[in-house]
């Protein structure tokens, strides 16, 4: 007799038509109601094992999900449902640009609960050998993830295999910031721009461009000398939008300058109706894609080096270095998220300033080895012996005091210290430090070497006392004492 399967154990039989083996078995689906599920199968082996998994995964509380979504399908309703309510208009776009240039088109006819490692890797490897860059393909990856991590939150599907794929390493670009001179010639050449406050305000506080266009009036306090950065202009697709700042930490307060306060109030006169800030001349919206090439027009114009305006961030942030700010404080400025940001991407260094510093670490190892090639390097006048505790100038020293110099950098003045100067006055006082420090740990030793002689002195006497009494005490015990004559 054929034994029948308990109820919920699923059923195996094999077609007549094609000999293949169908198995089916009852699960709970994601919106909570049962479904009859199948599996195929060239063996009952197969279907057998197939039908175990879905059993277990329901029995797990796992649920299957409702449809077979193919990925095209859902790729659509991610971008609609879950990218457009909850991401910025620009981030919307350019999800939908990769989803309709590359996924769509290369893996949307695939079954999202089929989708693996293998296929993605292969698809993107393809994209590779066919030219495409690589950071273009880890953007690929990143928009494919986003969309299969969701659809894992949502239960359709067990795994995220876009997080499992391996691609070479992305090189960021190579950026060489502008240097404190190219800076200065053209912030001089465009002084009688129409855009020059734009330009000035980009180079004083390392604002973005869409911070800069999308600034308004309102956001200008000129009683309490303060910016409140709250929007930015973006343009997405053919629209150019007013919309909120990249992250949290971008909405911030900086300090109104007098130089910008001199340069705003005269661009207020000339259009006090205004609402932004900046505008062109027919009162409407400066268009970023436009003054991106006003700007490297206006680099060539005057014969500078050409960067992009996104790269004047980075020359503010290694600027900001180079003037010894916080790294913490220069992130507050910038609007970084974090603080990697700021130190990895932002801040740049040159040969110059490696140069200075290997070269006082060179002269503060050697000093007094006799090495004439290491001897101090020339400090623009200023003499490390001849700076008193209080940064002012004896002995008869020329030029400037280290604190006036100082204090000229932070306002902007001619002056510039260079790092070898800071280094030997922290070298010359370091050394003074050790000094002090290795003479008290040498009478630490002497002293502890003292006492331990004492001690040793001590306990080797009590230790002959000792030995003395108890040898009285045997010789006594051994050798009574004659009896005395009556």
């Known amino acids: 007799m054929v034994r029948r399967n308990a109820n919920g154990e699923g059923s195996i039989y094999q077609r007549t038509s094609d000999k293949r083996w169908v198995g089916s078995v009852w699960v709970q689906t994601t919106s909570g109601k049962p479904k009859r599920v199948y599996a195929y199968g060239r063996t009952r082996a197969e279907v057998h094992k197939r039908l175990t998994e879905a059993k277990s995964k329901d029995s797990q509380g796992i649920p299957t999900a409702d449809k077979i979504w193919r990925l095209d399908a859902y790729l659509d309703y991610w971008l609609e449902a879950v990218v457009k309510p909850n991401r910025r208009p620009a981030t919307y776009a350019q999800c939908e640009t990769i989803v309709r240039i590359y996924l769509k088109p290369g893996l949307g006819s695939r079954n999202l609960g089929t989708l693996s490692v293998s296929i993605v890797q292969g698809y993107l490897n393809q994209l590779l050998a066919d030219g495409h860059s690589v950071s273009k393909t880890h953007v690929i990856r990143k928009v494919l993830s986003a969309a299969l991590t969701r659809a894992e939150r949502e239960e359709l599907t067990s795994r995220n295999p876009a997080r499992l794929v391996e691609l070479p390493a992305e090189e960021r670009k190579e950026v060489k910031p502008w240097s404190a001179t190219e800076a200065?010639?053209?912030?001089?050449?465009?002084?009688?721009?129409r855009l020059y406050p734009a330009f000035l305000m980009l180079l004083l506080y390392g604002l973005r461009k869409g911070e800069v266009l999308g600034l308004r009036w309102q956001d200008i306090d000129f009683n309490s000398s303060k910016i409140h950065l709250r929007q930015q202009l973006q343009r997405v697709g053919r629209e150019i939008l007013q919309g909120p700042l990249k992250t949290a930490k971008s909405r911030r307060d900086l300090p109104l300058l007098d130089p910008v306060v001199e340069a705003l109030t005269q661009l207020r006169g000339q259009r006090p109706e205004a609402d932004l800030v900046f505008t062109t001349s027919e009162g409407t919206y400066v268009d970023p894609g436009n003054f991106l090439r006003d700007f490297q027009r206006l680099c060539r114009q005057h014969g500078l080096r050409v960067i992009t305006v996104h790269q004047i961030r980075h020359t503010v942030a290694t600027l900001l270095k180079s003037f010894g700010v916080a790294d913490r404080d220069i992130q507050l400025i910038l609007g970084h998220s974090r603080i990697v940001t700021t130190q990895e991407i932002y801040q740049h260094d040159d040969a110059d300033s490696r140069r200075n510093v290997l070269q006082g670490l060179a002269s503060a190892l050697l000093v007094g080895s006799g090495d004439?090639?290491?001897?101090?390097?020339?400090?623009?006048?200023?003499?490390?012996?001849?700076?008193?505790?209080?940064?002012?100038?004896?002995?008869?020293?020329?030029?400037?005091?280290?604190?006036?110099?100082?204090t000229s950098i932070i306002s902007g003045g001619a002056y510039r210290i260079r790092t070898d100067d800071l280094f030997h006055a922290m070298t010359k006082q370091t050394t003074l430090v050790s000094r002090i420090t290795e003479v008290d740990e040498v009478w630490k030793v002497r002293r502890r070497q003292q006492m331990l002689g004492v001690v040793a002195v001590s306990v080797a006497v009590k230790d002959a006392?000792?030995?003395?009494?108890?040898?009285?005490?045997?010789?006594?015990?051994?050798?009574?004492p004659p009896a005395t004559s009556p």
Request: proline share 5%; with cysteine; net charge negative.
């Open 465 to 480: 006392e000792d030995d003395n009494a108890r040898l009285a005490a045997l010789i006594a015990a051994t050798n009574p």
């Open 184 to 193: 200065i010639e053209f912030l001089n050449a465009v002084r009688s721009h």
């Open 372 to 406: 004439t090639k290491t001897a101090p390097i020339e400090r623009s006048g200023l003499s490390v012996d001849s700076v008193d505790s209080n940064g002012s100038c004896q002995n008869g020293c020329q030029g400037p005091s280290f604190r006036d110099r100082v």
